[in-house]
């Protein structure tokens, strides 16, 4: 690449290539003309200098330069202006260029292959049919000899709102799920004082994350580390040690007093918030070696524990427990599990508040079981397995846990449309937090159409043709294509329907 000014030539930059594509097939839809030079910051300092110099109006004091620096998402705005993208693969090309893990990686390309654009517009095309049809029953129904009564008219296009309404609760579904593997899903080890929830983070992470000293209450603010677990993005949170309180201060919960410090106190609280706010709960119970070896070996199961787990969302949250310091007791040892049933039947007899702000996650089984309990030993010295297959400390055996819990809270469910194959339904996965709120808001309209016309004979039409009217805007917004009131497009519906019969004079 080389400059010419004047009798001058300056070469730039040697062995550069120059490109040039023209419109419309291009990234904006516009002329684009692109330099492929070599990355000096020299260099690329005399190429735009140059370009800048190409601009007739360069040294103009009165007319504004031709050729200027993009704003921020300039190129962006153009192609989405130019109908190059529509704004949900803007979204998720920003999921792309952030993506951190393999599932983060698979969902940002998901959307940006349009599909589930064409799902919103197949669903707003059915919303504007429907619509159709009830304008053209109130201005028509009672000038012209239409072979459906006005009743038969509306209960048809009331199924199909209840199918479509069907679809949405699966979208909303999935799209929360989506946020859990675009944000990252958030565990959270749960225990008392010295359980050893420290060194089960460090060996997690694979290097000294956090604080560990055989003294308890060590962890007083909460650490939060993100990890990659089977290509899932993960934010561990190491937490306070949750213990009951025996005297000094006086918490909320618990009317008596407690020897803990302010501190300590605080952190207690903190992990309370920590935890009933996380996806997956990792309980880390510690075990403790008899006195004589002929006993068998305990596991210590502090009340807090279980005053904290009957807090939590039992239809979203997922439980995963822990026997920690098996290397105190050896693989071979005999551990008495009654106090974990003890614990679990407890948790699943308790009466679990619902949560009416949380979306439940359909796929959780909400059972609890010991097949989710994993001995674990911090120090490495359990070894499960033999040869290559070889688990030091039962560590990766605890992951794939984790990594299977992870594959089933995000497992996304069908939404039963003409595209039956599994790729349809991780697609709605791609869906955002943007995409969800508009959904419900969709839902919304939906639900009240139908309340509109439970009246039977006395439903107000024009009120439920709104409703319709009001859905489909939704679903609109969500790609930022046209507008779900054209006038031209519902009367496209009603002629279709209606064209053979004459206009009313």
């Known amino acids: ?28 839809g516009e002329d684009v003309l692109e330099f492929h030079i070599h990355g000096g910051p020299a260099i690329v300092k005399a190429v735009l200098a140059a370009i800048a110099k190409v601009d007739p109006f360069f040294q103009s004091k009165t007319e504004p330069p031709k050729i200027r620096y993009a704003e921020p998402g300039e190129f962006t705005r153009r ?184 501190v300590e106190f605080e952190g207690i609280r903190r992990a309370r918030k920590w935890i009933l706010d996380a996806d997956v709960i990792i309980v880390v119970l510690p075990i403790q070696p008899p006195i004589d070896k002929s006993q068998v070996c305990k596991v210590s199961v502090d009340p807090e524990i279980f005053r904290t787990l009957v807090q939590r969302d039992a239809g979203r949250q997922e439980l995963l427990f822990v026997a920690n310091k098996m290397d105190l007791v050896g693989p071979e040892a005999n551990i008495d599990l009654s106090e974990i049933s003890k614990l679990l039947h407890n948790i699943q007899d308790h009466d679990f508040p619902g949560s009416s702000t949380s979306q439940p996650l359909s796929n ?28 030091s400390g039962g560590i990766q055996e605890l992951l794939g846990g984790l990594s299977k819990t992870f594959t089933t809270m995000t497992k996304p469910e069908g939404l039963q449309d003409n595209q039956p194959h599994q790729v349809s339904r991780e697609e709605s996965l791609g869906a955002s937090e943007r995409h969800r709120q508009l959904l419900i808001r969709c839902q919304g309209y939906l639900n009240a159409f139908c309340n509109h016309v439970s009246f039977g004979q006395d439903t107000d039409v024009v009120l439920a043709a709104e409703s319709l009217r009001e859905a489909a805007d939704c679903l609109a917004k969500i790609s930022g294509k046209g507008e779900a009131g054209d006038v031209e497009e519902v009367l496209g519906v009603v002629f279709e329907k209606w064209g053979p019969l004459a206009l009313p004079s």
Request: aromatic letters at 6%; a negative charge; proline letters at 2%.
């Open 364 to 391: 959780s089984s909400n059972k609890i079981q010991l097949e989710d309990l994993f001995h674990v030993s911090c120090k490495g010295d359990l070894t499960v397995g033999h040869g290559e297959s070889v688990d």
């Open 79 to 262: 192609a989405f202006y130019n109908n190059r993208l529509d704004l949900t693969q803007i979204e998720a090309l920003g999921d792309s260029l952030s993506a951190e893990t393999e599932q983060q990686r698979r969902l940002a390309v998901s959307g940006t292959i349009k599909k589930l654009t064409e799902r919103y517009e197949t669903w707003r095309s059915e919303l504007l049919y429907a619509r159709g049809e009830l304008e053209a029953l109130i201005d028509f129904s009672e000038d012209q000899n239409i072979e459906e009564s006005p009743r038969q008219l509306i209960a048809s296009v009331e199924k199909q709102v209840k199918s479509l309404n069907s679809k949405i609760t699966s979208s909303i579904k999935n799209a929360f799920k989506g946020e859990l593997l675009r944000n990252g899903i958030r565990v959270a080890l749960l225990g008392a004082p010295n359980a050893g929830k420290s060194s089960l983070l460090n060996r997690i992470v694979g290097r000294e994350a956090a604080i560990v000293s055989d003294e308890a209450g060590t962890t007083r603010d909460v650490i939060e580390i993100s990890v990659d677990i089977g290509g899932f993005l993960c934010k561990f949170g190491d937490l306070a040690g949750l213990r009951n309180s025996t005297s000094g201060i006086t918490d909320e919960h618990n009317e008596s007093a407690c020897n803990i410090g302010v």
């Open 1 to 28: 690449m080389s400059w010419k000014g004047g009798a001058e030539t300056s070469i730039l930059d040697p062995g550069s290539l120059v490109f040039y594509f023209p419109a419309p097939n291009t990234v904006t």
